[in-house]
């Protein structure tokens, strides 16, 4: 039943296929993956991933993992999954920290939901290539949530 869920909340956003992620999921945790193009190169000579697509995907990491902890919330009430969606968390500031160049491989990225309240939740995203303990860029964003979310 929530894989069904999850495949459906992701279906549901088509820069994620655009860009190339997926995502792995266990649990309420989600772990995404950009897989590697070479259309997602921004500097040919290093070679070194976009900023812009490794910021998306940070981005699309944790709208995701807000979106996904709100259809299990629904699952557990309801005790199975009735096909609906809250409308997604609109992103109110996202700052990124680009911590050294994306090599031309996949990426991996976890968010880690800080604070979420009635409104607006507090979010911090890191993606990493080869070890999690070395991520390549992180960033911090303020989600604003749908109205009647649960908190």
């Not at 993956?33 to 997602?40: G, K, M, N, Q």
């Not at 604070?115 to 070395?134: K, L, P, Y």
């Amino acid at each position: 039943m929530s894989d069904a869920a999850f495949e459906a909340l992701t279906a549901k956003i088509p820069y994620i296929a655009f860009l190339g992620v997926d995502f792995e999921r266990r649990g309420d945790e989600v772990t995404g993956r950009l897989a590697y193009s070479d259309r997602l190169i921004g500097n040919p000579m290093l070679p070194a991933l976009h900023g812009g697509a490794t910021g998306a995907f940070l981005e699309i990491t944790a709208l995701t993992s807000l979106a996904w902890l709100r259809v299990l919330e629904r699952i557990d009430g309801a005790g199975e999954w009735d096909g609906a969606f809250d409308p997604q968390p609109k992103t109110v500031d996202f700052s990124i920290d680009y911590l050294r160049s994306g090599k031309p491989q996949d990426a991996y990225a976890r968010a880690v939901i800080l604070r979420r309240g009635r409104r607006v939740a507090n979010v911090r995203v890191e993606a990493w290539q080869e070890e999690r303990s070395r991520p390549f860029v992180a960033a911090h964003g303020h989600f604003l949530l749908p109205q009647g979310a649960k908190a």
